[in-house]
């Protein structure tokens, strides 16, 4: 499997990140590390994870807005002991908050509460966009810093 979403590039990364932020809990960091380590463009690679990621994203928070509890619990197995988590988190640090939407196990609940919420979606957009885009320009930094220095 890993084979061939490495071998897919691009169009695997933006469909492994926008599946990672939305239905299925997953981990896109490693498919964008690998093709970092494959000489892919990083400037493409990471915008494509930013926005298949922050699509990903959309999707919890227009679940947030207009879904009811079966797809919010069934649909994105989101429990509501985290999306309590995000409630608080959001409660305490406001629509600041989402430019953490990229952390584990807080970050979809904290999409899907700014929805639940009704946080403006152009608020939204721009923190989340910009929380995920800094987290994969991160890794692609400290890939290219350590491939620097290996040599």
């Not at 922050?54 to 679940?63: D, E, K, Q, V």
């Not at 429990?79 to 939407?101: I, M, P, V």
């Amino acid at each position: 499997m890993n084979d061939l979403l490495v071998a897919h590039g691009y169009p695997a990364l933006f469909l492994l990140s926008f599946l990672a932020s939305s239905l299925v809990p997953l981990g896109s960091e490693w498919l964008l590390v690998t093709m970092l380590l494959k000489k892919h463009d990083p400037v493409a690679s990471v915008a494509v994870a930013s926005i298949g990621n922050y699509l990903g994203a959309c999707t919890t928070y227009w679940i947030g807005l207009r879904g009811g509890d079966f797809m919010i619990r069934k649909l994105l197995r989101i429990d509501e002991n985290a999306q309590q988590r995000a409630e608080k988190l959001y409660t305490r640090y406001g629509s600041w908050s989402l430019l953490f939407s990229w952390l584990p196990i807080v970050g979809d609940p904290m999409c899907l509460v700014g929805g639940i919420l009704k946080v403006r979606f152009i608020n939204f957009s721009v923190l989340v966009f910009t929380g995920k885009t800094i987290r994969y320009a991160t890794v692609a930094w400290l890939i290219h810093r350590g491939m620097s220095t290996a040599w």
